[in-house]
């Protein structure tokens, strides 16, 4: 993997290793395929997993990314259960779009169900925003993505846009099953939720549901406040019907 102060087109940003997997992966792995520079960037260490050793799901989340073709995966301290969004916080943040200077940014949609991914999304937010004040000086020059796009967790909510990764699906699964501590069966490790068939299978239907919105087989689906700009609309709506 290349060095991880690169500029990249696509900057990731999630509270856990592998939330990127289960709602982005295959986006990531499109992109990347497609030539885009991508980065990964986790605000926390999964500190409080309940399976495997840190280490261990370190060089899963490592290998993870390397399946999906991201240039670096990166994670930064902030806390993991109790997720801290202080001002050291958001100058770390500011630091690491100003060094990346990603054109989008990925988050998490704030109205979620774990408050890491809440503030998260919040605080990936606001930097995003602040990492573009010139005023707000810091070791690097100032930069503001064009957009900040949000993905899908626990909630659904009705999608901006959303990502034909139907090429890219069987990439983003084998990255999920790159972290072998956290899902299928284990004997002496206790059942968690994601560990269970029946989440792989809901995110295989979640998959479906969202292709379907947009006439494909699998997608991702995306919320942004400013809506997409659209070029060619014909294009944008094959394969559907009314
Ligand atoms: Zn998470």
């Known amino acids: 993997?290349?060095?991880?102060?690169?500029?990249?087109?696509?900057?990731f940003f999630a509270a856990h290793a592998d939330d990127l997997e289960l709602s982005c992966g295959g986006t990531i792995a499109k992109f990347a395929k497609d030539g885009l520079r991508v980065?990964?960037?986790e605000l926390t260490r999964g500190e409080m997993g309940?399976?495997?050793t840190p280490q261990l799901r370190e060089r899963e989340a490592q290998n993870a990314a390397r399946i999906l073709g991201s240039r670096f995966r990166r994670h930064l301290d902030f806390g993991d259960g109790g997720l801290r969004t202080g001002r050291d916080e958001e100058l770390q943040l500011i630091e690491?779009?100003?060094r990346h200077r990603p054109s989008v940014i990925f988050a998490p949609w704030p109205d979620e169900r774990h408050p890491d991914h809440v503030r998260t999304g919040r605080i990936v937010t606001d930097a995003a925003f602040y990492a573009g004040l010139r005023s707000l000086e810091t070791d690097l020059p100032a930069?503001?993505?064009?957009?900040t796009a949000?993905?899908?967790?626990?909630?659904?909510?009705h999608p901006s846009f959303v990502v034909d990764v139907t090429d890219a699906w069987k990439t983003k699964m084998r990255a999920i099953q790159a972290f072998k501590s956290q899902f299928g069966a284990s004997k002496k490790d206790p059942t968690i939720f994601i560990s269970h068939p029946h989440f792989l299978e809901m995110i295989d239907a979640r998959g479906k549901h969202f292709g379907a919105?947009?006439?494909?087989?699998?997608?991702?689906?995306?919320?942004?406040?400013?809506?997409?700009?659209?070029?060619?609309?014909?294009?944008a709506y094959s394969g559907r019907e009314i």
Request: net charge positive.
């Open 50 to 52: 309940t399976r495997g």
């Open 150 to 157: 949000y993905y899908l967790q626990n909630y659904v909510v």
């Open 1 to 11: 993997m290349k060095k991880d102060n690169d500029k990249v087109d696509v900057l």
């Open 96 to 98: 690491v779009i100003r």
């Open 213 to 235: 919105l947009a006439g494909v087989q699998y997608g991702e689906a995306y919320v942004t406040k400013q809506p997409p700009r659209i070029d060619d609309v014909i294009a």
């Open 39 to 41: 980065g990964m960037v």
């Open 143 to 147: 930069h503001r993505p064009q957009v």
